[in-house]
């Protein structure tokens, strides 16, 4: 019988790692959700709080606002938490259909990573989250119930829609890509989109457990 060196198994398992970040980084985002079983609550409360520390990011919430369909500017790039300049108002519609569209300035394009100062963009038409998605100014714990509630989720009935919906979103180019690439000096979300995707699966199978507040 031949023996595999320790050598090539450390390569290997290297190559297999390297190949698996390069999948993730393209787009091809991986949905592998671990065991039923395998994650504990307080393993699942670990991975919402990552996933809180994503949804409530500047790059996120900014436009998960609610029903005064006035989106944001908040984070470092722009000093203080303050609504969008120049009075921009995207109605009910939530593209600004009655005032100014947001796709006047916010083009549709390939291009993610736009410079400081100019609107950014991304693959398919720019607008503000539904307003059953708000997430500016909730707590950790509303954010999280929202989620499991399919009527405030997009109808999504399980954590795994919720992965694909980002994997499908990503495969677009849109909003949730962004977010880890939005140009500039502006802050991107935190850790990665496969790590945010992992987390939102570990929290799954954990029973979506949610924090007292």
């Known amino acids: 019988m031949k023996t595999i060196s320790t050598t090539r198994l450390i390569v290997g398992a290297s190559a297999l790692f390297f190949s698996l970040m390069v999948y993730a980084e393209s787009g091809k985002l991986l949905i592998t959700p671990p065991a039923e079983g395998s994650v504990s609550v307080e393993q699942g409360l670990q991975a919402w709080q990552r996933v809180y520390e994503v949804t409530s990011h500047p ?46 300035c916010h083009l549709t394009s390939e291009n993610l990573e736009t410079a400081n100062h100019a609107p950014p963009q991304y693959g398919i038409a720019w607008s503000l989250a539904p307003v059953e998605f708000q997430w500016f100014g909730k707590s950790s714990k509303e954010i999280c119930e929202q989620l499991k509630d399919s009527k405030r989720n997009g109808g999504r009935e399980s954590y795994l829609q919720i992965a694909e919906h980002l994997q499908h979103d990503a495969s677009l180019k849109g909003p949730v890509l962004w977010g880890w690439n939005p140009g500039g000096n502006r802050e991107s979300a935190p850790y990665t989109l496969q790590k945010h995707i992992d987390d939102v699966l570990n929290w799954g199978v954990a029973g979506s457990p949610c924090p007292e507040k």
């Open 59 to 104: 790059r996120c919430a900014n436009c998960h606002v609610g029903k005064e369909n006035i989106p944001m500017w908040s984070g470092p790039s722009y000093g203080k938490t303050r609504p969008h300049g120049m009075n921009i108002h995207a109605d009910e519609t939530r593209i600004g259909a009655k005032t100014l569209l947001c796709s006047t």
